[in-house]
């Protein structure tokens, strides 16, 4: 069946089954890798996309679901001149991936709780990202990149 989309900003016309999961149309259909496959359940995160600004995990959201909405991957968070996300620039500034597999989740779960609350506390980056599984463990390091990015990092400015 043919769904047109509204990923990141383009429109992509895609001929899919009903039931696939949005993960493999943005990964095998149109192209768009960073979003990655994890656990295939929901339960790590790493697939996170904005799905009408609001987090979504794209293995489990079906094509036909999305009809009208706005997706918006970690390649479309970047502004259209280059100008990275003050998360993503906040991740590149303090190194923070270290295998990096999970962390277009965490960039796009981060993004989002920045959106919604500009200056979280611990508990509440703790309570926002809980879902978001890092093997590697680099939890400090994203905690303190999202700081960061909030501009909360003592005696260091967010890139706005």
């Known amino acids: 069946m ?3 989309l509204n990923i990141n900003g383009k429109s992509h016309t895609v001929d899919v089954a009903p039931d696939t999961p949005l993960l493999w149309v943005l990964r095998d259909t149109i192209g768009l890798v960073g979003t990655k496959f994890g656990c295939g ?11 009408n600004g609001e987090p979504t995990r794209a293995c489990m959201t079906r094509v036909s679901s999305v009809r009208n909405s706005k997706v918006v991957t970690i390649e479309g968070l970047a502004e ?5 996300h003050p998360v993503q620039q906040a991740w590149v500034d303090l190194d923070v991936a270290q295998c ?6 965490q960039i796009m779960t981060a993004a989002a709780l920045l959106r ?8 509440d980056i703790d309570g926002a990202m ?9 939890y400090l390091r994203i905690r303190e990149g ?8 003592a005696g260091k400015e967010a890139t706005q």
């Open 41 to 51: 359940i929901g339960q790590c995160s790493a697939c996170t996309i904005h799905l």
């Open 80 to 84: 259209e001149s280059g100008r990275l």
């Open 100 to 105: 990096g597999y999970c962390q277009a989740g």
């Open 116 to 123: 919604d609350n500009p200056k979280p506390s611990d508990a």
């Open 130 to 138: 809980a879902d978001n599984l890092c093997r590697c463990g680099t």
């Open 2 to 4: 043919k769904y047109t």
């Open 146 to 153: 999202i700081k960061r990015a909030a501009g909360m990092t």
